[in-house]
């Protein structure tokens, strides 16, 4: 167990919804990244955070956006979802957002049919 | 930009063989960490190495950490088929933004 638990596990929606994915990082860690992984890719960075601020972007889509919130949990919020954002999403966590180690959560699975 | 090179990208081995992967790095690592990914799930921290020369040992695995701190490496002793899996080396960089993985090396381990 990493210390990062992401809700939920699987999530099934239609074309067209949102959907918002949760994580709480490990207790002590200030940074949280979230990641976007597809069927058979490598994990591709979308944003991270920092203490609740904004830190660094990756390739991520204007239909998608993400806070961290006060008490250092993050959503990520995806809209106007198509069949092409089926993927697993992955947060992590580390103390510090450089430099230092980071823990996986164990994904959220969404399937947009 | 850091780039990572991690080699070999594919190993297929037979059961108590041993084997080794490697991860080199276009420029000074602050740390480096090894994952392992099996399919559908989280990357899982195996290690982190931070000192120059430093060499870490997990069971059957050891990893070392180069002494110019530009290089790593995994060892495994007897390879098992529950070792098979993803094998990531990551590094967090020295300024926010994303964390550098490389390739990846699928292992696989025939009973």
């Known amino acids: 167990d990493s210390g990062v638990t992401q809700t939920p596990k699987h999530l099934i929606t239609a074309t067209g919804q949102r959907v918002t994915l949760r994580c709480s990082p490990r207790?002590?860690?200030?940074?949280v990244y979230w990641y976007q992984q597809s069927l058979d890719q490598g994990l591709q960075f979308l944003i991270q955070?920092?203490?609740?601020?904004?830190?660094a972007k990756g390739n991520i889509l204007e239909r998608f956006s993400a806070q961290q919130f006060p008490d250092l949990h993050s959503e990520l919020n995806l809209s106007s979802l198509e069949l092409g954002d089926s993927a697993l999403y992955f947060c992590?966590?580390?103390?510090?957002?450089?430099?230092?180690?980071?823990?996986f959560g164990q994904g959220t699975r969404l399937t947009v049919v | 930009t850091q780039l990572l090179e991690q080699s070999p990208q594919f190993l297929s081995i037979q059961e108590g063989e041993n084997l080794t992967v490697y991860c080199n790095s276009s420029?000074?690592?602050?740390?480096l960490q090894w994952d392992r990914q099996e399919p559908g799930e989280g990357p899982v921290l195996l290690v982190t190495?931070?000192?120059?020369?430093e060499v870490k040992k997990l069971k059957r695995l050891t990893f070392q950490f180069g002494d110019a701190r530009k290089d790593s490496s995994l060892h495994i002793t007897a390879a098992q088929p529950g070792d098979t899996g993803l094998y990531l080396c990551?590094?967090?960089?020295?300024?926010?933004?994303?964390?550098?993985f490389g390739q990846g090396t699928i292992l696989t381990v025939h009973p």
């Open positions: 190495v931070v000192t120059g020369g």
């Open positions: 207790s002590g860690d200030l940074s």
């Open positions: 420029s000074v690592f602050s740390s």
């Open positions: 955070y920092y203490n609740g601020e904004e830190r």
């Open positions: 990551v590094s967090g960089g020295t300024s926010y933004g994303k964390l550098t």
């Open positions: 992590a966590s580390s103390v510090t957002g450089m430099g230092t180690e980071a823990f």
